[in-house]
């Protein structure tokens, strides 16, 4: 009987990701994420959160096909794109939509960014993505917390 381990050789873990936050931004332990965090300074309610993903997909997956997939999961009626952008962050092409949504009564910004795949399977990627959601009146001062949380990102 031959034994195999997670991750190992053959079964490769997730990438290593690193970030880091203003003051204030405390971390949230949420099922099914690499990585939550809160700012502690934003209003009761609907704090401002930040949520980094990481997942293994098929290496036949664009950029532009991940970053679709994450816009069709937020689809709705009451949700608009309000930009679209494709900027470099942690030295990878990275596809960025940011939404505005109604969610009971409250009006939320979303920023979605999907950066490039890495492969570490044959035949698959590890995909990153980092999303900032907020109430729409926090928008301003957070899309700069998200800014310079981005400029911190290291993968790999």
Do not use: Y
């Amino acid at each position: 009987m031959a034994e195999h381990t997670f991750p190992g050789p053959e079964f490769p873990g997730p990438l290593p990701v690193r970030i880091s936050l203003p003051d204030g931004w405390r971390p949230l332990q949420l099922p099914g994420v690499a990585m939550a965090f809160v700012d502690g300074g934003s209003p009761e309610g609907v704090p401002a959160n930040i949520v980094v993903l990481v997942s293994r997909v098929a290496d036949s997956a664009t950029l532009d096909d991940l970053a679709a997939a994450v816009r069709e999961q937020t689809a709705g009626s009451q949700v608009a794109t309000l930009s679209t952008d494709a900027p470099r962050i942690a030295g990878r092409q990275a596809i960025r939509t940011v939404i505005s949504a109604q969610a009971h009564a409250v009006s939320l910004i979303q920023a979605q960014t999907v950066l490039s795949q890495e492969s570490i399977v044959d035949g698959q990627l590890d995909v990153v993505q980092v999303h900032l959601t907020c109430r729409a009146d926090q928008w301003p001062a957070q899309e700069k917390v998200l800014h310079q949380t981005l400029a911190t990102l290291a993968i790999g």
